[in-house]
């Protein structure tokens, strides 16, 4: 009966309810994954000490290359799945499973070992002060070196999950996480007097909790999966065809954590109150980037599925009508944070500089939201469809060769308002050429010689 109603999902089931049926649960977890990442800022920024917000900014970017790892093996090890899913191949799923949970778990480490031994001069490299080193280092060790692992972990089994359209089940996971994220970050930040230490704690902790959860999701009596979390099952025969298309996503979180390494290291030359202004606008604003998000992880099963068994036309209305949603729920954003923007600001730090130079920042940062929602769906289109390099030249496009050498050039001839520009600049320019990619790649899969292979 559960593979009767999930073939009605991907083949038959009208596409907005289909859509909806499986990107509502991960919208929902990634606002609820989103809360608990704004809870750390919020929580600090009531310590009213501009110099704490600023080491929790400091870090972030490279506390985000673990998202970049799980989309490597966790989107690259889900959007094979739909595929083989797609094309009836159950006997490979336990496998490609193995080695997206395993193998990243296994990165994971040998990246938390290398960020331990390498703090030092890495803290330098990303703009730490004097004045916020310690709180950096902290924040650091806990939410990296030590919450590396199941940070990764619980993103990649969240991924193989809605492979299969467990999404519900997903969501539950990751919302379990940040509801318990959210409970611990005051206990320990104002109850233990643990300051950002006991932020980065209680995200570390938090990420372990949703691995647990997760882990009992697939052990759990009953439960119909193909996929299998067992090491003997573990191969490197699927590294390649993982890679090529989580390879895009992790380009496109690192080269996008790359970006925000060089805005704050450019920010912490114009002192600590401009880090930790942009610090809380990049997390304010990752709020409806977040729900683009979901509805990317929504829709990929989807496309992929729809891909692999060759129904192309249902594959493309389920793309353009994610498109449209992901640019209404985000123009809905801008107008809230072009109007509340002092309001929302002054509620995550009450100091006064802060808030001031964090809602100008908004308010031009938002801007670009909408135009980032369509690019990043495009992309993740390409990617479902197991078009890896299209996407990856997207990505890159868009975040090596565009918008670093941007924020340089906008620092050094506007100075800091130029550099919050940079990001509506690039996504005007790389709208067209997503659009031109997703129509290239669309017109060969209805030639004559697809269509009859």
Same mark, same amino acid.
């Given at each position: 009966?559960?593979?009767?109603?999930?073939?009605?999902?991907?083949?038959?089931?009208?596409?907005?309810?289909?859509?909806?049926?499986?990107?509502?649960?991960?919208?929902?977890?990634?606002?609820?994954?989103?809360?608990?990442?704004?809870?750390?800022?919020?929580?600090?920024?009531?310590?009213?000490?501009?110099?704490?917000?600023?080491?929790?900014?400091?870090?972030?970017?490279?506390?985000?290359?673990?998202?970049?790892?799980?989309?490597?093996?966790?989107?690259?090890?889900?959007?094979?799945?739909?595929?083989?899913?797609?094309?009836?191949?159950?006997?490979?799923?336990?496998?490609?499973?193995?080695?997206?949970?395993?193998? /990243?778990?296994?990165?994971?480490? *040998?990246?938390?070992?290398?960020?331990?031994?390498?703090?030092?001069?890495?803290?330098?490299?990303?703009?730490?002060?004097?004045?916020?080193?310690?709180?950096?280092?902290?924040?650091?060790?806990?939410?990296?070196?030590?919450?590396?692992?199941?940070?990764?972990?619980?993103?990649?089994?969240?991924?193989?999950?809605?492979?299969?359209?467990?999404?519900?089940?997903?969501?539950?996971?990751?919302?379990?996480?940040?509801?318990?994220?959210?409970?611990?970050?005051?206990?320990?930040?104002?109850?233990?007097?643990?300051?950002?230490?006991?932020?980065?704690?209680?995200?570390?902790?938090?990420?372990?909790?949703?691995?647990?959860?997760?882990?009992?999701?697939?052990?759990?009596?009953?439960?119909?999966?193909?996929?299998?979390?067992?090491?003997?099952?573990?191969?490197?025969?699927?590294?390649?065809?993982?890679?090529?298309?989580?390879?895009?996503?992790?380009?496109?979180?690192?080269?996008?954590?790359?970006?925000?390494?060089?805005?704050?290291?450019?920010?912490?030359?114009?002192?600590?109150?401009?880090?930790?202004?942009?610090?809380?606008?990049?997390?304010?604003?990752?709020?409806?980037?977040?729900?683009?998000? /979901?509805?990317?992880? /929504?829709?990929?099963?989807?496309? /992929?599925?729809?891909?692999? $068994?060759?129904?192309?036309?249902?594959?493309?209305?389920? $793309?353009?009508?994610?498109?449209?949603?992901?640019?209404?729920?985000?123009?809905?954003?801008?107008?809230?944070?072009?109007?509340?923007?002092?309001?929302?600001?002054?509620?995550?730090?009450?100091?006064?500089?802060?808030?001031?130079?964090?809602?100008?920042?908004?308010?031009?940062?938002?801007?670009?939201?909408?135009?980032?929602?369509?690019?990043?769906?495009?992309?993740?289109?390409?990617?479902?469809?197991?078009?890896?390099?299209?996407?990856?030249?997207?990505?890159?496009?868009?975040?090596?060769?565009?918008?670093?050498?941007?924020?340089?050039?906008?620092?050094?001839?506007?100075?800091?308002?130029?550099?919050?520009?940079?990001?509506?600049?690039?996504?005007? *320019?790389?709208?067209?050429?997503?659009?031109?990619?997703?129509?290239?790649?669309?017109?060969?899969?209805?030639?004559?010689?697809?269509?009859?292979?």
């Amino acid at each position: 009966m559960e593979e009767k109603s999930e073939k009605y999902l991907f083949e038959a089931m009208p596409v907005a309810k289909a859509v909806a049926t499986l990107a509502i649960p991960t919208i929902i977890s990634q606002v609820v994954t989103m809360i608990y990442n704004l809870a750390d800022t919020f929580f600090i920024g009531q310590l009213g000490d501009p110099t704490m917000v600023a080491a929790v900014s400091l870090v972030s970017p490279w506390f985000n290359l673990l998202t970049a790892l799980g989309n490597l093996f966790g989107l690259g090890g889900s959007s094979l799945i739909s595929r083989m899913l797609g094309a009836k191949n159950h006997r490979d799923i336990k496998h490609a499973a193995a080695f997206s949970v395993w193998g /990243g778990a296994a990165a994971t480490l *040998i990246f938390s070992l290398i960020t331990f031994l390498a703090r030092t001069p890495l803290l330098n490299f990303l703009g730490a002060s004097p004045d916020t080193y310690g709180y950096a280092e902290s924040y650091l060790i806990w939410v990296v070196v030590f919450g590396g692992v199941p940070t990764m972990v619980s993103l990649t089994l969240g991924h193989l999950l809605r492979s299969e359209g467990h999404a519900r089940q997903a969501s539950m996971g990751m919302m379990f996480g940040g509801i318990l994220n959210v409970a611990l970050d005051p206990v320990l930040i104002f109850g233990f007097h643990m300051a950002v230490a006991g932020a980065a704690i209680a995200t570390a902790l938090s990420n372990a909790a949703s691995v647990v959860f997760f882990v009992i999701q697939y052990i759990r009596p009953g439960d119909k999966t193909a996929v299998s979390l067992l090491p003997k099952y573990f191969t490197f025969r699927f590294a390649r065809p993982i890679f090529s298309v989580g390879l895009a996503s992790a380009l496109a979180t690192t080269l996008g954590n790359a970006s925000n390494m060089v805005m704050v290291r450019l920010a912490s030359g114009y002192g600590d109150i401009p880090v930790a202004a942009y610090g809380i606008v990049k997390r304010i604003d990752q709020l409806p980037l977040n729900i683009s998000m /979901g509805l990317c992880q /929504g829709f990929m099963p989807l496309v /992929g599925y729809n891909y692999a $068994s060759g129904s192309y036309e249902r594959m493309r209305r389920v $793309s353009v009508f994610s498109w449209k949603a992901a640019l209404v729920m985000s123009a809905c954003f801008v107008a809230c944070f072009a109007v509340f923007a002092p309001q929302i600001l002054h509620l995550f730090i009450p100091e006064a500089q802060t808030s001031a130079l964090g809602a100008r920042f908004l308010r031009i940062a938002c801007l670009a939201v909408p135009l980032t929602s369509v690019n990043f769906l495009i992309s993740y289109t390409l990617q479902a469809m197991g078009k890896g390099v299209q996407s990856a030249v997207l990505t890159f496009s868009r975040q090596g060769l565009l918008n670093i050498p941007l924020l340089l050039l906008m620092n050094v001839f506007i100075g800091l308002y130029g550099m919050i520009w940079t990001q509506l600049v690039v996504e005007v *320019i790389m709208l067209p050429v997503s659009l031109g990619m997703y129509a290239h790649t669309w017109k060969r899969l209805n030639t004559p010689e697809k269509k009859a292979s």
